[in-house]
Structure formats: C-alpha cells, structure tokens
C-alpha cells in the first residue's frame, strides 16, 4: 500500500473516532474486497468467510481507537480478520475430533474409514490448503495471493519473521508432498510457484 492510500485510511480513521461515522462505510468500502479475499482462502467456506468478514469489520471499528495511526492499515485490519479465521479453524478442528471420537465410541471402531465424500477433485488447490495447520495455510495464503512480504506477514500475525519463514517452508514442503499424491498435480502452475517459494 503506498503512503497515499494510508494517508486517506489515516485521515478517515480520524474522522470516524472524531464521530464521523460514515467514514468507516469508506473504509469498509476500500478494505472489504481484500479482507474477504484473504479469510476466504483460509477457512475455504463461503458462508464462514462471508461471516467472519462482517465480525472482522464490527471488531475493528470497536477497537479503531487502539490502532495506531503509524502502522498500515490494511496490515491492521488483516491482522483481526487473520486471529478471527484462525480461530474458527481451530474451533472447527476441535468439534470434528469430538466428532469423530463420539462416532467410534458408537460403532466401537478405533479408526473409522476416511469420510472420502469431504474430499473434493485432485485439481482444487482448496483441498490442498486444507490438508494444512492454520498458520502454515495462512502464511501461504499472504505470501503466494497477496504478495505479502514476510515482514509483513509477521506483522499481521503477530510472530517474527523467522517464524513466518518457518511456516512457509513447511507449509511448502506439505503441499509439494500433496501434489505429488495428486495424478496430473505436477502441471499445475501452484506446484510451480511452491517449488519456486
């Protein structure tokens, strides 16, 4: 973002907090297309990412007062939409292991067969993306569709750069794996932009 897009993010923060209410419809306005662009590709659903968009936005027009003005907005907001897909990942992991662990406890099965209808066409990289834990997908997610440098990334995640480098390699490494399982999976130009990262 260059500085004169936050300087107009800067200057309409100002107005709201100075109760000018409508000029966060224009920050929503500016913002909303790329937040939504990045929860989507972390919790996959469209339902959800619709959701947890409209939260992001409610959550951070509750906190505007604590954002600091020296810091990129966009960064800011994505680091609340981030923390709130991450979340409902982990929140969701957490009801599917209850899940299943109720469904062997029924049937008295100790490994219940794979639910193979869950897994969509070797060909959708959202299938890939979801075989990853939800910092590795999100780095990946920043990085490879938003172009997002890793001091960035580090910023929105609130984790050092050698962390965010971390995630990435071994998000990489998975999804190399994954692809490689994947017949066809090697002309894809995803498995070209991964060997490259």
Not at 50 to 59: A, K
Request: proline share 3%; glycine share 6%; net charge neutral.
């Amino acid at each position: 973002m260059n500085s004169d897009d936050h300087r107009r993010d800067v200057e309409l923060v100002r107005a709201v907090c100075a109760g000018h209410e409508d000029g966060y419809a224009a920050l929503v306005d500016r913002h909303l297309a790329g937040v939504y662009a990045v929860v989507a590709r972390i919790v996959i659903n469209k339902d959800d990412a619709e959701d947890l968009t409209q939260e992001t936005f409610v959550r951070a027009f509750e906190r505007l007062a604590l954002y600091d003005m020296e810091r990129c907005f966009r960064n800011w907001i994505l680091k609340i939409a981030t923390n709130l897909a991450i979340n409902h990942l982990r929140r969701q992991r957490r009801e599917r292991v209850g899940r299943l662990r109720l469904v062997e406890e029924r049937k008295g099965k100790a490994n219940p067969a794979p639910r193979t209808d869950e897994i969509p066409s070797s060909g959708e990289w959202r299938h890939w993306l979801d075989q990853l834990d939800e910092m590795q997908r999100t780095a990946i997610v920043l990085f490879h569709f938003e172009q997002m440098p890793c001091a960035e990334i580090a910023d929105v995640l609130d984790v050092p750069a050698t962390t965010v480098r971390t995630h990435l390699h071994r998000g990489r490494h998975r999804l190399r794996e994954l692809m490689s399982n994947c017949r066809g999976a090697g002309n894809g130009s995803w498995t070209v932009a991964i060997q490259n990262g």
